[in-house]
């Protein structure tokens, strides 16, 4: 009999809000005093507050100091960035509206609305279940295997093209890593005429890294006892020549 998977082949909404905050290096804020962009300012506190250092002559600094009604609003935006070079690149867009204040020594956000835009669409995340998720264990260390993979392993990620239905490589022209997590992999399939996703899950989660060269090596080996696809096939042969 076969074990029953009692975990899911994707992250939830607010884990993935919570990596792309732990990975993403700038974010850009809207408030009373103007729209500014920050680059490497940004840190999230356990209960889901985003802090921001920002510079003593910030508008958004003086907006919360001098708000007459108290702590004003704001919206932050984030942007989920592929770390290697594909079609589309920004994997997904995170907006969050809230209340900002001075904490601290730190500009404080509070979140009360949270909005989570992917290619299949745009998801409202409950605040309280974003302060109680955390982030995936490999985000930070995502870009790194990513970046590795596609550099160093092409023939890898062209093997695993064979876990993939037929009719997703149909006019395939370059297959890349776009995204890696606890749950699967996923393949960037570029075409003549667009491109898609496509999502390999593993057999079980991988907590660490150690734990997803193990997941890798099994999706290996079931992409080699799988045949090759034709498309995929016909499109090397075409360039070889």
């Known amino acids: 009999m076969a074990e029953s998977q009692t975990w899911t082949a994707a992250p939830a909404a607010p884990e993935r809000a919570r990596s792309m905050l732990a990975t993403a290096w700038s974010c850009a804020v809207t408030a009373e005093g103007g729209r500014e962009e920050f680059v490497g300012a940004h840190t999230v506190a356990d209960d889901g507050r985003v802090l921001l250092q920002v510079p003593e002559d910030s508008a958004l600094l003086g907006a919360a100091i001098c708000a007459p009604r108290g702590e004003p609003s704001a919206v932050l935006e984030f942007a989920d960035v ?20 001075v904490e601290d020594g730190y500009l404080a956000f509070h979140p009360t609305r949270l909005v989570l835009r992917g290619p299949s669409g745009s998801v409202v995340i409950d605040p309280a279940e974003f302060a109680a998720a955390a982030p995936d264990p490999l985000a930070t260390a995502e870009a790194r295997l990513l970046t590795h993979l596609a550099d160093c392993h092409g023939d890898a990620v062209e093997r695993l093209t064979r876990l993939v239905d037929a009719g997703s490589l149909h006019g395939v022209v370059r297959v890349r890593p776009l995204a890696v997590d606890r749950h699967g992999l996923t393949l960037r399939i570029e075409r003549t005429g667009g491109h898609g996703d496509v999502r390999l899950p593993f057999h079980a989660p991988a ?8 997941r890798m090596h099994v999706l290996l080996a079931r ?10 096939h016909r499109h090397r042969t075409d360039g070889e020549g």
Request: glycine share 6%; proline share 8%; aromatic share 2%.
């Open 207 to 214: 907590d660490d890294v150690s734990q997803l060269t193990e």
């Open 223 to 232: 992409a080699s006892a799988a045949a090759c696809p034709r498309a995929l």
């Open 82 to 101: 592929a770390p290697v070079p594909v079609r589309g690149r920004i994997r997904a867009r995170l907006w969050m509206a809230g209340r900002l204040a």
